[in-house]
């Protein structure tokens, strides 16, 4: 026996459009021995009635009937969003070609002229029911794949606002302030960054970028900010850069990380003697402007961090006059693709820093906004990471 083409529990149900009794009996007789479920009406009315109240699986549909013409039934049909799927195939004794365009032209799938032979009728039912079964299972795999992709969304989406509930508000009080932005990409990315006083006179300020996007680069930044937070790396100084680099490097070997590694940039400004010791790994100079507006690069020299387990990681130490302003960014918000290919450079990124940074109200919104207008784009192709730090 056939079965239904949305369940599979019931026989498929075909609703049989003619005026003529004749024809009626016809097509009930030869579809009910193949086991269909079949509802005869005799016009055109009386079928949108009774696809309004139970939409059958296939219409097979007369084209010449009194007060209502089969293309108007099927036109009808089509305009309705609950019956617009509805496979039609017109039946009719009409054999001019126009007619048959015309039954197409109004949204019907087949034609069968009269009489009827039983082999093309059933042929052509088992066709479209079959099309119709398929149609339906692909617009479940949709469905599927959109609730799926819906749902990951959301995950991603809290994902990226716990790594930004790691990150500390602002300061905006004291000698030392700071502002920061972490923009998402369209995907979860690996960027995280931080600062906190390790004592009364050393303040700790880093940013690191996982190198990929996703969960995994995600949950990589997430354990080292919170090692980084919590002070927690054994053999370790936090007042020496260079010993926290090795620390992380240790801890986190890349064939133990799903092959991840990631860039780092840590510092810590001694507030006595105005210097700020800083150390990294594979990732862009950080970079200091005085206040006449001059400005300098903090450039780190080490390997990434996860790739190499005998790298070494050294210290470099500035002398800092007051005030200055200290930027950290990764390397998103500079490798940029222009609109006219080209690919925006750091040199480039940095002389919009120092315009930033030398106004008299610098804006890392504005900032931000500058850069997604070089790209050319809302959403730039990486995470936008930085830290700003006011050291008075």
């Known amino acids: 026996m056939n079965r239904d083409v949305t369940t599979g529990q019931r026989p498929p149900s075909i609703l049989i459009v003619d005026d003529v009794a004749a024809n009626l009996q016809v097509l009930t007789g030869m579809l009910d021995d193949q086991g269909y479920l079949t509802r005869p009406v005799t016009n055109g009315k009386m079928a949108l009635l009774a696809a309004q109240n139970d939409p059958p699986d296939l219409v097979l549909l007369d084209i010449t009937m009194p007060e209502m013409d089969g293309y108007e039934v099927c036109a009808r049909m ?24 015309k039954g197409f032209s109004v949204g019907g799938q087949d034609y069968v002229t009269k009489p009827f032979q039983f082999e093309e009728v059933h042929a052509r039912v088992e066709t479209h029911l079959n099309l119709r079964r398929l149609q339906l299972q692909l617009e ?38 700071t502002d920061w932005r972490l923009i998402p990409s369209f995907q979860l990315g690996g ?27 995600a949950l990589l930044s997430v354990s080292v900010l919170n090692m980084l937070r919590s002070q927690s790396l054994p053999d370790a100084d936090f007042r020496m850069p260079a010993q926290v680099l090795c620390a992380l490097n240790r801890a986190f070997p890349m064939e133990k990380q799903d092959e991840l590694y990631f860039t780092a940039w840590y510092g810590v400004f001694d507030t006595a003697a105005r210097e700020l010791r800083y150390a990294g790994g594979g990732h862009p100079p950080a970079l200091i402007l005085d206040a006449s507006g001059q400005a300098a690069d903090a450039p780190v020299s080490g390997p990434p961090l ?13 002398t800092v006059s007051s005030p200055a302003e200290l930027c950290v960014f990764s390397d998103g918000c500079y490798e940029i693709h ?6 925006w450079n750091y040199e480039e990124f940095e002389a919009l820093v120092i315009h930033t940074l030398a106004d008299d109200a610098p804006d890392l919104d504005a900032l931000y906004g500058q850069v997604r207008k070089v790209s050319g784009k809302e959403t730039l192709e990486d995470d936008f990471s930085i830290l700003k730090v006011s050291l008075a």
């Not at 599927?144 to 790594?163: H, I, W």
């Not at 960027?191 to 700790?204: E, M, N, T, V």
């Not at 222009?338 to 690919?343: A, T």
Request: glycine share 8%.
């Open 78 to 101: 089509k305009a309705d969003e609950k019956l617009k799927d509805i496979p039609v195939i017109f039946i009719s004794a009409l054999y001019d070609t126009v007619d048959k365009v």
């Open 140 to 177: 479940e795999q949709n469905r599927l794949l959109l609730e799926s992709r819906r749902t990951l969304m959301l995950q991603l989406t809290k994902a990226a606002d716990y790594v930004l509930s790691l990150i500390p508000p602002p300061i905006t009080k004291g000698r030392i302030r």
């Open 191 to 217: 960027d995280s960054l931080g600062y906190h006083w390790i004592d009364k006179g050393h303040f700790a300020m880093y940013l690191l970028d996982v190198c990929g996007h996703g969960v995994g680069p």
């Open 306 to 318: 996860g790739v190499d387990p005998d790298a070494v990681y050294e210290d470099a130490v500035l």
């Open 338 to 343: 222009q609109p006219d290919g080209k690919m």
